[in-house]
């Protein structure tokens, strides 16, 4: 298995998910250990230093699914921010969980949606809050 890309967390982002993964069940979201590891791993650092390359939370994302070669450009959000339209994917969906904290160019082998592995391809960051300035969004 290809070794998995180093990632970034803004401390801000890390605290509140880490808030939302204690209080949800792990019969409620499939994804939980998966997550949690990926949090454990990561490089944690103050908002103000998160390079502008890498997926934060409200993040606008192009990447691709390898196996199916569509693209897709989505904003990476909370649960609570999920308001039904097409251009959002929550950090609780296998993807949104895949994005978190991968740099540009960088791609991560994860569970897919029946638990199939799907390969995310990070394509390029259209926006990013951090860059822009927004700490603490």
Not at 9 to 27: F, K
Not at 28 to 52: H, M, N, S, T, W
Not at 81 to 92: H, K, L, N, T, V
Request: charged share 20%; glycine share 8%; net charge negative.
């Amino acid at each position: 298995m290809a070794r998995k890309p180093q990632i970034i967390l803004s401390s801000l982002d890390l605290d509140r998910i880490e808030a939302l993964l204690a209080a949800i069940p792990t019969s409620a979201f499939p994804g939980k250990a998966d997550l949690q590891a990926e949090l454990d791993r990561a490089d944690v650092v103050a908002p103000e230093e998160i390079p502008p390359n890498v997926v934060t939370m409200n993040s606008t994302v192009q990447f691709t699914i390898q196996e199916t070669g569509k693209e897709f450009c989505l904003t990476l959000v909370y649960p609570r921010d999920m308001d039904g339209s097409a251009d959002r994917i929550s950090i609780f969906a296998p993807v949104g969980s895949a994005l978190l904290g991968l740099s540009v160019g960088d791609e991560l082998v994860w569970p897919g949606p029946g638990g199939k592995a799907m390969t995310v391809r990070v394509k390029s960051i259209v926006y990013q809050p951090e860059s822009a300035g927004e700490l603490h969004r």
